[in-house]
T-cell receptor
Framework: GAVVSQHPSRVICKSGTSVKIECRSL??????MFWYRQFPKQSLMLMAT?????????EQGVEKDKFLINHASLTLSTLTVTSAHPEDSSFYIC????????????FGPGTRLTVL | KQEVTQIPAALSVPEGENLVLNCSFT??????LQWFRQDPGKGLTSLLL?????REQTSGRLNASLDKSSGRSTLYIAASQPGDSATYLC????????????FGKGTMLLVSP
């Protein structure tokens, strides 16, 4: 149990376009989802925390208007990278915590974004 | 602000060796500490979770210890195998409930046959 999926696993886009990444909890209700970004050989850096039905809380230095997060249901959160630029190329990972196990985060497999 | 450091950044060992990975954190007021494994281009696999009240956890060939007062944890891998090659990440959780994890940069392990 406690499986989190992400789609797509890889995406390549042109500079200036927008890209949407989905994070789904497959077998539990995720009241809170977290979005992380990981650059090569670097740590996972938290970008934002989203709670179902409310606005996401962004970490300092993360642009809200560039990284749009929507957590519309208890099983789905989306991250949209708007007007993507090459410096946005990174590995994006989501995690989810549920009602029953709020202490535990279950991680998705990640999405590799490459902006040309 | 909590900072997590992992040493060494990279480690290469021959198959069969026992090895230790180190993790330190600056604020000892943690709720728990977790060790993850990450294969190249993949997500995270949780290996061991140690609550702040615990001293160690074991799973198969893996043993993780926690010295909360000194802000240190170690991951011991016994009889290493090529399949253990991956990046190992340490993360601390400062509060119960829906709080975030603070990650180290990881140790990249290569076990050669």
């Amino acid at each position: 149990g406690a499986v989190v999926s992400q789609h797509p696993s890889r995406v390549i886009c042109k500079s200036g376009t927008s890209v949407k990444i989905e994070c789904r909890s497959l077998d539990f209700q995720a009241t809170t989802m977290f979005w992380y970004r990981q650059f090569p050989k670097q740590s996972l850096m938290l970008m934002a925390t989203s709670n179902e039905g409310s606005k996401a809380t962004y970490e300092q230095g993360v642009e809200k208007d560039k990284f749009l997060i929507n957590h519309a249901s208890l099983t789905l959160s989306t991250l949209t990278v708007t007007s993507a630029h090459p410096e946005d190329s990174s590995f994006y990972i989501c995690s989810a915590s549920g009602l029953v196990s709020s202490d535990t985060q279950y991680f998705g497999p990640g999405t590799r974004l490459t902006v040309l | 602000k909590q900072e997590v450091t992992q040493i060494p950044a990279a480690l290469s060992v021959p198959e069969g060796e026992n090895l230790v990975l180190n993790c330190s954190f600056t604020d000892s007021a943690i709720y728990n500490l977790q060790w993850f494994r990450q294969d190249p281009g993949k997500g995270l696999t949780s290996l061991l979770l140690i609550q702040s009240s615990q001293r160690e956890q074991t799973s198969g060939r893996l043993n993780a210890s926690l010295d909360k007062s000194s802000g240190r944890s170690t991951l011991y891998i016994a009889a290493s195998q090529p399949g253990d090659s991956a990046t190992y990440l340490c993360a601390v959780k400062e509060n119960s409930g829906y709080s975030t994890l603070t990650f180290g940069k990881g140790t990249m392990l290569l076990v050669s046959p």
